[in-house]
């Protein structure tokens, strides 16, 4: 599965943007979905997932209530829109997939996401 991040950038404080993923899989709606982002100097965190048929979605307790993670299986992406954006939400951010069969508590663990996109820089000012 190859996955292709697009609409990074820089946005003020308070603006929102929308980020998409691309996946090249031919069994999209088989892969469960999440955005993974890492600021400088941090780990990488978890963002947000989406299950397999959209029927499941988390979030990070950061960014609940500001950014929504939805899919299109038709049209194999993912999308996180974010609004309300803040300074602390500049990062590289990353779609990652997983065919793996996993509870959903466990959506939010990294190692089971062996398909990485290559990043989009999301950059708010303050």
């Known amino acids: 599965v190859q996955l292709a991040e697009s609409g990074g950038g820089l946005v003020q404080t308070g603006g929102s943007l929308r980020l998409s993923c691309a996946a090249s899989?031919?069994?999209?709606?088989?892969?469960?979905m999440d955005w993974f982002r890492q600021a400088p100097g941090k780990e990488r965190e978890f963002v947000a997932g989406?299950?397999?048929?959209?029927?499941?979605?988390e979030y990070a307790d950061s960014v609940k209530g500001r950014f929504t993670i939805s899919r299109d299986n038709a049209r194999n992406t993912v999308t996180l829109q974010m609004n309300s954006l803040k300074a602390e939400d500049t990062a590289v951010y990353y779609c990652?997939?997983?065919?793996?069969?996993?509870?959903?508590?466990?959506?939010?663990?990294?190692?089971?996401?062996?398909?990485w996109g290559q990043g989009a820089q999301v950059t708010v000012s303050s």
């Open positions: 899989a031919r069994t999209f709606s088989t892969y469960v």
């Open positions: 990652a997939a997983s065919d793996s069969i996993f509870p959903y508590g466990r959506i939010r663990d990294s190692s089971l996401y062996p398909y």
């Open positions: 989406i299950w397999r048929n959209g029927g499941y979605t």
